[in-house]
């Protein structure tokens, strides 16, 4: 059964002060591990999709990394703007469509 | 990126009546679409897989008969909550995933606030 668990639940960050989420995950064959935010009684936005341990993704101030067992997203200088909730999921092979979610990280930046 | 839709946005219903949610591919065609529920501060839980054209794959748990849901076309998925109780009442999202391949993403609707009265 794939399982994901995103650490830390909740991190507080003052503006401008970088920081990096966590999401360590087992899967039986990686099909691809992907990373959303999430506003308030929103539904989830795409950020990016991490195939192989190694790959490297950016948008603004985000930056995702994918190894064999963790994602991080690193926040470089974050803007009150990008508190949400962060939310980590994978694709495995015996998942079928079917994506694994952890449980979010929820950010808060303050100006 | 893909855009996804969900009418209505949020709903009130009285106990006992039946509400239908709409999903729409705008800009692809999403041969599988997903129907998730979030409860305040937690993560999604998945309801049902649909395929255009077939009938929806269940989650364990998940009342067929009362939640159901229809894939008519490449663009558009519904799900009806029949017979609706204040249990119900809660943040429904779907999703839907670009066309096959390795390299397909899901993509989300905004969600629809139930509210059961």
């Known amino acids: 059964e794939d399982q994901v668990t995103q650490s830390p639940e909740a991190l507080r960050l003052q503006e401008g002060e970088s920081s990096s989420l966590n999401c360590s995950y087992t899967?039986?064959?990686?099909?691809?591990l992907f990373w959303y935010r999430q506003d308030p009684g929103k539904g989830p936005e795409f950020l990016f999709t991490?195939?192989?341990a190694g790959e490297e993704k950016e948008k603004e101030r985000l930056k995702a990394t994918l190894t064999k067992k963790e994602s991080f997203l690193h926040i470089t200088a974050p803007k009150p703007e990008d508190s949400a909730t962060y939310l980590c999921?994978?694709?495995?092979?015996?998942?079928?469509?079917?994506?694994?979610f952890g449980g979010g990280t929820r950010l808060m930046v303050k100006p | 990126g893909a855009v996804v839709s969900q009418h209505p946005s949020w709903v009130i219903c009285k106990s006992g009546t039946s509400v239908k949610i709409e999903c729409r591919s705008l800009?692809?065609?999403?041969?599988?679409m997903f129907w998730y529920r979030q409860f305040p501060k937690q993560s999604l839980m998945l309801m049902a897989t649909?395929?255009?054209?077939?009938?929806?794959?269940?989650e364990q748990g998940v009342e067929k008969d009362k939640f159901l849901i229809n894939h008519a076309s490449l663009t558009l998925s519904t799900l009806t909550v029949t017979s609706a109780h204040p249990e119900d009442s809660s943040f429904y999202i779907c999703?839907?995933?670009?066309?096959?391949?390795?390299?397909?993403?899901?993509?989300f609707g905004p969600g629809t606030r139930l509210t059961v009265l």
């Open positions: 999703s839907a995933r670009t066309s096959g391949g390795a390299t397909d993403t899901q993509y």
């Open positions: 899967v039986s064959g990686l099909r691809g």
């Open positions: 991490l195939y192989s």
């Open positions: 999921a994978v694709r495995g092979n015996n998942a079928g469509n079917m994506l694994t």
């Open positions: 800009d692809f065609q999403a041969t599988t």
């Open positions: 649909s395929n255009e054209g077939s009938k929806a794959t269940y």
